[in-house]
């Protein structure tokens, strides 16, 4: 069985940062692409960012140049580096992975942590 666990979110006002972390584990045998998405109230949840096994890394437009994603492969973990915050970026934020058990692979996500900007 594989677990995700996120922290790190919380409340801060606009301009601040927040760092969250996300850390697998259980029966895991290598994980593939590790990402962050976001859910706000009444909207669709979207990706914000993703980094692939290589390194590479993709960003929504709106948190580009704001943002940070890294991965640290040895803690099977995750990271995001949130500045600049803005109103807008209060969300639930949920890490996902793609993650090869030996048996299947598929995505598996955390249980979403708090991300609230005040203005």
């Known amino acids: 069985q594989v677990h995700l666990v996120e922290s790190g979110g919380g409340l801060v006002q606009a301009g601040g940062s927040l760092r969250l972390s996300c850390a697998a584990s259980?029966?895991?045998?290598?994980?593939?692409?590790m990402g962050w998405y976001r859910q706000a109230p009444g909207k669709q949840r979207e990706l914000v960012a993703a980094i692939t096994s290589g390194g590479t890394t993709t960003y929504a437009d709106s948190v580009k140049g704001r943002f940070t994603i890294s991965r640290d492969n040895a803690k099977k973990s995750v990271y995001l580096q949130m500045n600049s915050l803005e109103p807008e970026d209060t969300a639930v934020y949920y890490c996902?992975?793609?993650?090869?058990?030996?048996?299947?692979?598929?995505?598996?996500w955390g249980q979403g942590t708090q991300v609230t900007v005040s203005s």
């Open positions: 996902t992975c793609n993650i090869n058990t030996g048996f299947r692979t598929r995505d598996y």
């Open positions: 259980g029966s895991i045998r290598s994980i593939n692409t």
